[in-house]
């Protein structure tokens, strides 16, 4: 049912100067609100581009531009809908904004838009998400997943798993209600087996969270060492361009410098730090404090030490700090020795050489496999932390249904329970049950127009 509520309006394309800029406005007889403020010739038709010019209050024409109508139900929200194109000046744009908000229309929240979508009917939870998840993307990859998800990949996924269960439960109070009749009934060992391969899909679709969450927002990389070792050259050598300063004087690097770049499609966010050791030079000292904070807030740390040069004290104390963390050794300048003091304390290291480039795509691959990418190659689909929460709690119910179905006779009515509380959380994914909690949590997240 396609509800419409008090109208709303925002910006919706970025602040700056643009060729054009989109008001957009939704909401219940949002044209019949601002219908003074438009001139144009004749009347305003449904889906169609109309030259119209914006006047204020004094009559004063603001602007021109293009406006189009979509009268509810056929619109984004759902409810009748405005977009108006102007020329891109934020003075423009925040003067049209202002004359509309004095027509009782008020400024939009960030993702009201979508969430009015939402409530309508016009999207599913998942595919709201994919919405922000899609304008977000920092690389092909995340684009093409959250594609997929908008067009309702993951829903259907979810979907057909809610609909398996709700079959089985079908079946379970059909042998309630008709025990005495001749009806087709499931054995429990074809209950254990629905249950079994319900199970092994959700399991299949947890395994892709940890890659969602990189895919989302980006793996952190931070280099880390002592000063010297080639941090700075292995961050180029990364990049595939000569950014950072490198010199054979210790302390080249003073600040941390951040690039970004993509691995099979993974946004990774790259820093080079200064190199960490005991200094009086107070503008080393604060570059050491930054890259230890970077070392501690990163996904993966890179620890590179110098293969050619006995290991130092420094070497060690930084190992440290790193080893508890998830963390990855890197032996560089091979090219010109590899002691074997040094590989005998990192046997598993990866050997590189910064300077010519050699090791560097083996340890890419390694940075991935160590971090536990996951690619669907072909799904593109990725689940995030909060589908993953839901998912285990269904999993764990039917897990403990599957390990109670085998060990004892179960009545149909325990059965029924525990299948309607499994599928309770897959509604709770594709957003049949929500709460303001849960809608607040996702749509907060938004951009102001969409
Ligand atoms: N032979 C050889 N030299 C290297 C290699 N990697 C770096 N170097 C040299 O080592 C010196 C230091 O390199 P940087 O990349 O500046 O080292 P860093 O760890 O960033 O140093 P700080 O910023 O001072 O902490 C430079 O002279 C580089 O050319 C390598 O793989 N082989
Ligand atoms: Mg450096």
Same mark, same amino acid.
């Given at each position: 049912?396609?509800?419409?509520?008090?109208?709303?309006?925002?910006?919706?394309?970025?602040?700056?100067?643009?060729?054009?800029?989109?008001?957009? $406005?939704?909401?219940?007889?949002? $044209?019949?609100?601002?219908?003074?403020?438009?001139?144009?010739?004749?009347?305003?038709?449904?889906?169609? *581009?109309?030259?119209?010019?914006?006047?204020?209050?004094?009559?004063?024409?603001?602007?021109?531009?293009?406006?189009?109508?979509?009268?509810?139900?056929?619109?984004?929200?759902?409810?009748?809908?405005?977009? +108006?194109?102007?020329?891109?000046?934020?003075?423009?744009?925040?003067?049209?904004?202002?004359?509309?908000?004095?027509?009782?229309?008020?400024?939009?929240?960030?993702?009201?838009?979508?969430?009015?979508?939402?409530?309508?009917?016009?999207?599913?939870?998942?595919? @709201?998400?994919?919405?922000?998840?899609?304008?977000?993307?920092?690389?092909?990859?995340?684009?093409?997943?959250?594609?997929?998800?908008?067009?309702?990949?993951?829903?259907?996924?979810?979907?057909?798993?809610?609909?398996?269960?709700?079959?089985?439960?079908?079946?379970?109070?059909?042998?309630?209600?008709?025990?005495?009749?001749?009806?087709?009934?499931?054995?429990?060992?074809?209950?254990?087996?629905?249950?079994?391969?319900?199970?092994?899909? +959700?399991?299949?679709?947890?395994?892709?969270?940890?890659?969602? &969450?990189?895919?989302?927002?980006?793996?952190?990389? @931070?280099i880390v060492g002592k000063p010297n070792v080639g941090k700075?050259s292995l961050?180029? *050598?990364?990049?595939?361009?000569?950014?950072?300063?490198?010199?054979p004087?210790p302390g080249?690097?003073?600040?941390?410098?951040?690039?970004?770049?993509?691995?099979?499609?993974?946004?990774?966010?790259? +820093?080079?730090? @200064?190199g960490i050791r005991d200094? &009086?030079?107070?503008?080393?000292?604060?570059?050491? &404090?930054?890259? $230890?904070?970077?070392l501690?807030?990163?996904?993966?740390v890179l620890f590179v030490v110098d293969g050619s040069k006995p290991l130092e004290k420094e070497d060690i104390d930084i190992y440290s700090m790193v080893k508890d963390l998830?963390h990855m050794v890197v032996i560089n300048k091979v090219d010109i020795g590899l002691r074997d003091e040094v590989l005998k304390e990192f046997p598993k290291a990866q050997r590189v050489s910064a300077l010519r480039?050699e090791g560097i795509?083996e340890l890419?691959?390694e940075?991935?496999?160590r971090?536990?990418?996951?690619?669907?190659?072909? *799904?593109?689909?990725?689940?995030?932390?909060?589908?993953?929460?839901?998912?285990?709690?269904?999993?764990?119910?039917?897990?403990?249904?599957?390990?109670?179905?085998?060990?004892?006779?179960?009545?149909?009515?325990?059965?029924?329970?525990?299948?309607?509380? *499994?599928?309770?959380?897959?509604?709770?994914?594709?957003?049949?049950?929500?709460?303001?909690?849960?809608?607040?949590?996702?749509?907060?997240?938004?951009?102001?127009?969409?």
């Amino acid at each position: 049912m396609i509800k419409q509520r008090e109208p709303i309006v925002a910006i919706a394309t970025p602040f700056g100067e643009s060729a054009i800029g989109a008001i957009r $406005l939704s909401g219940y007889d949002v $044209l019949g609100k601002i219908r003074d403020l438009i001139i144009t010739k004749g009347e305003i038709k449904p889906r169609y *581009a109309h030259f119209v010019k914006i006047r204020d209050e004094d009559g004063d024409i603001l602007d021109e531009g293009i406006l189009i109508y979509y009268p509810s139900p056929k619109s984004y929200t759902g409810e009748d809908m405005v977009e +108006i194109f102007l020329h891109g000046n934020p003075l423009i744009l925040k003067k049209a904004l202002e004359l509309f908000l004095t027509k009782g229309i008020r400024l939009a929240q960030p993702g009201e838009f979508t969430k009015r979508a939402f409530l309508n009917g016009k999207m599913d939870l998942l595919q @709201a998400e994919a919405v922000a998840d899609l304008i977000g993307s920092r690389s092909e990859r995340a684009i093409k997943s959250a594609q997929k998800q908008l067009q309702g990949g993951l829903s259907s996924l979810i979907n057909s798993l809610r609909e398996r269960l709700l079959e089985l439960l079908a079946y379970v109070e059909a042998d309630i209600e008709f025990s005495e009749e001749d009806i087709p009934t499931l054995t429990k060992e074809q209950i254990i087996n629905l249950l079994k391969s319900i199970d092994q899909e +959700i399991e299949n679709l947890l395994k892709t969270v940890k890659t969602g &969450e990189f895919l989302r927002r980006g793996i952190n990389l @931070a280099i880390v060492g002592k000063p010297n070792v080639g941090k700075s050259s292995l961050f180029n *050598a990364l990049l595939g361009q000569e950014r950072a300063i490198t010199t054979p004087i210790p302390g080249t690097t003073r600040d941390f410098l951040q690039e970004s770049l993509t691995l099979k499609g993974i946004p990774i966010n790259l +820093i080079d730090t @200064a190199g960490i050791r005991d200094t &009086e030079d107070p503008i080393e000292k604060i570059g050491v &404090e930054r890259s $230890l904070h970077k070392l501690k807030t990163a996904d993966m740390v890179l620890f590179v030490v110098d293969g050619s040069k006995p290991l130092e004290k420094e070497d060690i104390d930084i190992y440290s700090m790193v080893k508890d963390l998830d963390h990855m050794v890197v032996i560089n300048k091979v090219d010109i020795g590899l002691r074997d003091e040094v590989l005998k304390e990192f046997p598993k290291a990866q050997r590189v050489s910064a300077l010519r480039g050699e090791g560097i795509e083996e340890l890419k691959d390694e940075i991935l496999n160590r971090l536990g990418v996951y690619l669907t190659d072909s *799904a593109h689909i990725y689940i995030t932390v909060r589908h993953e929460n839901l998912l285990k709690k269904s999993k764990e119910v039917i897990k403990s249904l599957i390990n109670k179905l085998e060990l004892e006779e179960l009545s149909p009515e325990i059965i029924m329970l525990d299948l309607r509380e *499994a599928i309770t959380y897959l509604d709770e994914i594709v957003g049949t049950i929500t709460t303001e909690d849960i809608l607040g949590g996702i749509f907060s997240r938004f951009c102001i127009g969409k």
